[in-house]
T-cell receptor
Framework: GAGVSQSPSNKVTEKGKDVELRCDPI?????LYWYRQRLGQGLEFLIY????????KSGLPSDRFSAERTGESVSTLTIQRTQQEDSAVYLC?????????????FGDGTRLSIL | DAKTTQPPSMDCAEGRAANLPCNHS???????VYWYRQIHSQGPQYIIH???NNETNEMASLIITEDRKSSTLILPHATLRDTAVYYC????????????FGKGTKLSVIP
């Protein structure tokens, strides 16, 4: 079946511009996660959505970062006034529930490059 | 979540079984063992997970020792496409949804 889909796969933009990244989770998955992965580094948690509950935004690095999710479907991650340190791969994952017994399934990410 | 220890790299001949070890000596009773892998320029891929019993799926087998302090991921017939970094993760209960990858094991499958 269809996996997690992210778009665009690559994004190059100038410093100071806003960018919007999109994630389509696996159909029926109620939990959705955003992570950031800098070159050669591990995963950095950004935000977690579970159903209609308030999202856990504790990983967002600054107020330039925000994310939304419509119901249990598409999510968008927005970065305003981009900085060079925002360059990274942004990964989205979904799981059937947010329970610890449920694995997270990842998309291939959006590679963001800030010039 | 409990810390895991994996060898930094391993080689495996194509067609042979790849056995990737993981130590998690501080694991607690409610923590699952998860395995993911990441192939260059792709997102992490879920492989398998287990709590106490050995598990098998279409990708791999997971062998967990009786004391749960270590586990082994087995790829029964490694192919060149299995070359990747493999991560062993131990996750606790509700609230521990944030995945944290360590250094992992770089598996190289050799023709």
């Amino acid at each position: 079946g269809a996996g997690v889909s992210q778009s665009p796969s690559n994004k190059v933009t100038e410093k100071g511009k806003d960018v919007e990244l999109r994630c389509d989770p696996i159909s029926g998955h109620t939990a959705l996660y955003w992570y950031r992965q800098r070159l050669g580094q591990g995963l950095e948690f950004l935000i977690y959505f579970q159903g209609n509950s308030a999202p856990d935004k504790s990983g967002l690095p600054s107020d330039r970062f925000s994310a939304e999710r419509t119901g249990e479907s598409v999510s968008t991650l927005t970065i305003q006034r981009t900085q060079q340190e925002d360059s990274a791969v942004y990964l989205c994952a979904s799981s059937s529930t947010g329970g610890f017994g449920q694995p997270q399934h990842f998309g291939d990410g959006t590679r963001l490059s800030i010039l | 979540d409990a810390k895991t220890t994996q060898p930094p790299s391993m080689d495996c001949a194509e067609g042979r079984a790849a056995n990737l070890p993981c130590n998690h000596s501080t694991i607690s009773g409610n923590e699952y063992v998860y395995w993911y892998r990441q192939i260059h320029s792709q997102g992490p891929q879920y492989i398998i997970h287990g709590l106490k019993n050995n598990e098998t799926n279409e990708m791999a087998s997971l062998i967990i020792t009786e004391d749960r302090k270590s586990s082994t991921l087995i790829l029964p017939h490694a192919t060149l496409r299995d070359t990747a970094v493999y991560y062993c993760i131990v996750r606790a209960g509700a609230g521990s949804y944030q995945l944290t990858f360590g250094k992992g094991t770089k598996l190289s499958v050799i023709p």
